[in-house]
Every structure is written in C-alpha cells, then in structure tokens.
C-alpha cells in the first residue's frame, strides 16, 4: 500500500498582505501564516489620507462617518514567496458592507477588465517604468547619484557602480516577478524597467509589487529610487508607458489585422480614436501629482499632444513597428509617480469607449513633434485644470465609476489647494533679494 506523503509546508512564515491605496502606496499588513487564512482588517478611512498624513473628508472614506473597518480578502493559492526572509507576498482585494470597495484602485481596474471581458475581448498589459536613483547629500536630503560614466542603453558597473540593479533583478526573479528588461534612460541617474506583458491584472499586480521591491532593495543601499515624475528640472521626466493589446475569443491578438490600415484591425483603430477622444480628461488620472505637469511639456516625447502615430515617439500613442500577435498600442502620458492600476484602467476605459462608439480615429502624425505637431489639442498645463478636465469628461468618468472619480477630484482638489498656498524655494530666491 502506498503511503500519503504531508503537504509541503511553504517556504514562508508569514504573508505580507498589500494592496494599493489611491496614491498608489503598498499599503497592508504582516500576518503570520497560523492567521492568514483568517484574513485581515483595515481602517477604511486610510483612503483619506494625503501623503503629509492629513486626513479630508473624501468621499468614500468614511472619516466623519466612524472610520469603519473595510475587509482584506486574498486567497492563499495567490501567495508567492517574496524577497524577503521567509516571507511570502500577495496582492488583496477590498471589500465593504459584502461588496468590492468602489474607490480602491484595484476595484476599478478589475471593472475596466470586466467591461472588455463584456465585449469579448481580454485586455493584456505590459507596463514600462522610469525612474532616477538619489542618494544622501549629506545634509538630510537627497540628489542625483554619482555615475559619471553613464550613457543611455549602458549596464554594468558604469551605470551601475554598487550592483543594484543586479540586486533587484535577483530578488525579482526569486518573487516571480517577471523582468523583460532594464537599462540605463537617456538622462542621469535614470533607469528603465520594464515587466512582461500579460493579463492586465496580473502584469498590474507585479508591477505594484515589483516597484516596492525595487524601492526597498535600493534603501538596503543607502539610496533612494523614486518614480517621481520631474525630479531634476534640467533633465527629462520619467514616465509609465501603459502597452496594451486585446485577446479575442479565439485567443488571438484582436489588434492585429494585415489586411487592415496601418496593418490595424477596426477594434484597434476605434481604441486608438478613444484614447485621442479622452486625452484631456485622461490627464489627471495619469499624471496625479503637481510634480507632473513639469514633464508634460511639448518636446519631452512624454504624451503631451493628442496624437497617435507609427513608431513615433513624440505621440500620446504609439503604435509600435510589430505587427501580427505582437501588435500594441503604448499610451506614453503616465507619470511614472501614477498609480498604475488608475493609469492602467483609464487607458483601458478609453479605448474601450472609441470601441462603444465605433469612433473613428485621426490620422496619424506626419510631423517631428518637437516643434510641430498635427494638433492644438494637449494635456491641461497644471492639475487643477487637468481636474476641471476630467470632471467635464462624464462618458469617461462614468466609465471609470463615478464614486471613484469623485473620491479622486476630492483628495487632489486638497492637493492643489496646498501647493497653491505653499511659498516655494523659488519664490524666496527670486524676489526676496529684491522686494
């Protein structure tokens, strides 16, 4: 008789349990694994908080209603060994009076799956980061690290003079985190990184995760990775390039048409017309800070313009050179500080509504982007007009889900209003010498 051999015990003992909050931070809890099948609770009312830990009233967030407690759910089989010691990692859902919490990020990207699912269609996502490495300047901030033989496309010790980025793809890979690539950006200390494509959620997840894997591993070092949008005012920005494509019923890439123009099926040409169609009220979900607008200027090739072209750079969207099953669009306005599953689901929204609609789309730019472009149409010049955009886009709005959007406009409404009230470095130089 053969004899049952135990299940193997994982190789953790413990579960970080993380989801996203609106700003994008990993928020979550340590349980040990004895506990972690129980779930976990937080205080709903964290969707209130700014990034100086002030609290507003936002909708949805419950901080004058007695900061109820909003349940954590995951499931165990989503586990993964994480990167650190004995530690597994998964990403949660939430969850409030029995239903999805609708202003949780994650809710409103597995909505904008769902609505592509409804048509038929399943969207797949591969995301690209940038982001600039800082260290200690001696006097508790920080600046740009020192890599004085850097250079565009560079690896090794001369972009990378500690082993970083060795560091971060090791830890990656033994989380399963996926990496297609880093290398070295064009400006200094900047890197790209960018995960494999996949099913929208699950490249969305990784990404989440992978950026505070990399995050963590580069304070392990003394240094500071951020996914700030415009860190440095003389270099370019850094961005987070959403690629996304669709699987028909047939599991074939549903863009991909060589009979078609541009070699385009009509799915991806009423996609590309969506995008174009919701530029302006994109912008705000995509580029939610003050920092942002900083890097949407016109020759930064950042997705400044309402355009879209082929291998072109200097448009929104991008409709790169492969065709067949790696035919994509890459939206290029997100800011690389985004919250990726917001920036994700607006790109998938407003594609899908040029696909509602049967939107046809403009043609695509002929000219160099940089001191000319095909359009006047652009990204609003600040965040709160980039707010006034979004709110009068309603078709847009109503698609991401309105008690999400208003949730949104509220905390950064709060934003702006301190950013406008704050007396900046620049101020005091400019004119305190003088007036």
Known sequence: MATQQAPASPPYDRVRVLFPDHHGLARGKYLPLRSARRGTRNCITLFALDFDRTMVPAP???LLEGNPDVAVEFDMDKVRLGWEER???VVADLAFGGAPLPISPRTVLE???ADWNALGYRP???LELEAFVLEPDGRGGWREWTTPGAYVYGTGRAVDPVGLLDDIMRAADAADLPIDSINSEFDTPQFELTLEYGDALEAVDNVFMFKLLAREIALHHGLLLTFMGKPF???GGSGLHVNMSLRNKRGTNAFADPKGEHGLSTVARQSIAGLIAHHEGMSAI????VNAYKRLRPGQLS?????WGKDHRSCTVRVPGERGEATRLEHRMPDGAANPYLATA???QAARLGVVSKATPPGPETLDGFEQASTDRHTPENLSLALDALEADTEFCEALGREAVDHFVFIKRNEWEKFAAAVTDWELTHYLPFL
């Open 233 to 235: 005012g003389d270099r």
């Open 124 to 126: 797949m996502v591969g």
């Open 60 to 62: 949805g967030a419950m």
């Open 346 to 348: 607006a790109v998938l």
């Open 286 to 289: 995509c580029a939610p800070t």
């Open 303 to 307: 997705g400044y313009w309402a355009t």
């Open 87 to 89: 530690t597994g990692v």
């Open 111 to 113: 909505r904008a799956i």
